[in-house]
């Protein structure tokens, strides 16, 4: 039987296994699933919207420059989702007379009735909210379109999407991984809203491009993206 021994810290050493696996393993995977979970990188999150408002029928296929209606995201830090009335300039409702004004493309459609509540009892819709940084991040859409960073770079082809959802991380190694070397990332402003731009020479040299435009090196320092 004794023919082989462990030694007795053997017995401390199990005892310890039996109580510290359980406790590093939990703490691994919760780790984990903070780190993968929802509500971290948010990819995929596509919530359901009171309006099933299309932006590859506005944007990608009648063409509507993001600015049109998320006008702020030049001048401010955030992008404004539009008023009612932006959608109403062609979305108003049937007229009084029974007739239809010129501007009232599918006026009688049901997937506008919120559209037209809205407009009628002047209440906002209520859009739910997609991309939502923790508080303790500063972000800043002024600052990234007006150097030449394209909304594509952080939202993907939101003009071939009927639904919007997160297609990028926005964590913080996103961000840095750009933030470190944001040259190749660049391109003319007056490009930024065109989903389908590519540079006219190989990637690596887009730096010629932008040369003469910007010589921009992204912050790094903790405060640049938090209070
Ligand atoms: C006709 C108006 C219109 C146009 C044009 C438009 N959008 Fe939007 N956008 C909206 C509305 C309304 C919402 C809110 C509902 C939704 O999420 O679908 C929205 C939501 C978004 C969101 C998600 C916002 C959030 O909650 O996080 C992004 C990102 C976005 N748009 C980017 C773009 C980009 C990029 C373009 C240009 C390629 C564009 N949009 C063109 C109306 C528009
Ligand atoms: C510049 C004009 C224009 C603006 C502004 C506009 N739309 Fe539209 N929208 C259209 C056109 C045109 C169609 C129909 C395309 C088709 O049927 O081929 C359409 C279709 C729709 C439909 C589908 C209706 C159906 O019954 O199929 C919805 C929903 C919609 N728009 C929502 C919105 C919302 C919400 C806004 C404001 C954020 C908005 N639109 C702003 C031009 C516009
Ligand atoms: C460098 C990355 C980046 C670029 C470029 C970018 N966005 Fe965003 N966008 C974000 C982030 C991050 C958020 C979430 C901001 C928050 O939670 O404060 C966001 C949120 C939004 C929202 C929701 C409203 C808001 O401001 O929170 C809209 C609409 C939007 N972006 C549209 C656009 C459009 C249109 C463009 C191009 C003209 C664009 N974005 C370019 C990263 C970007
Ligand atoms: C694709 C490239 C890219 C990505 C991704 C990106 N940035 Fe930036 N960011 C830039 C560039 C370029 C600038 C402009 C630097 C300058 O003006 O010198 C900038 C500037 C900023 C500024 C303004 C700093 C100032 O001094 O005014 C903030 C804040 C910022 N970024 C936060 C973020 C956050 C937070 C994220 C991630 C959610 C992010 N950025 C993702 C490229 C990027
Ligand atoms: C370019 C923007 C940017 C810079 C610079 C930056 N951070 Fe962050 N940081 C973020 C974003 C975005 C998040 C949120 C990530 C998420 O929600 O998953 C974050 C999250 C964090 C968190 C929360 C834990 C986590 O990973 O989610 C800590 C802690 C943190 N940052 C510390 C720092 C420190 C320390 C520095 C300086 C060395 C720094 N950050 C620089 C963008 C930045």
């Known amino acids: 039987m004794n023919d082989f021994q462990f030694p007795t810290w053997v017995n401390r050493l199990a005892r310890c296994l039996l109580i510290g696996t359980p406790i590093v393993i939990g703490y691994g995977a919760i780790v984990l699933m903070a780190g993968i979970a929802p509500e971290t990188t948010h990819i995929g999150y596509a919530p359901e919207q009171p309006v099933p408002f299309s932006h590859k029928l506005h944007a990608g296929q009648l063409k509507m420059d993001c600015r ?3 006008n702020t ?34 006026a009688g459609s049901s997937k506008l009735s919120e559209i037209h509540k809205s407009w009628a009892n002047d209440t906002p819709v209520r859009w739910k909210r997609v991309h939502d940084l923790p508080d303790f991040v500063k972000f800043n859409h002024s600052a990234h379109v007006t150097r030449g960073v394209s909304c594509v770079s952080c939202h993907g082809r939101i003009d071939q999407t009927d639904v919007v959802s997160q297609v990028k991380t926005l964590s913080m190694a996103t961000c840095l991984e750009c933030h470190r070397n944001p040259t190749p990332h660049l391109r003319p402003s007056e490009t930024v809203t065109n989903m389908e731009w590519v540079p006219p020479k190989p990637a690596s040299e887009i730096g010629e491009i932008v040369k003469d435009h910007w010589n921009i090196k992204a912050n790094q320092n903790c405060s640049t993206c938090h209070y």
């Open 73 to 106: 995201v030049e001048e401010t830090a955030h992008a404004a989702i539009p008023p009612t009335q932006t959608c109403i300039n062609c979305h108003s409702p049937a007229d009084g007379n029974g007739g239809v004004a010129l501007t009232a493309v599918h």
């Open 68 to 70: 049109y209606c998320h």
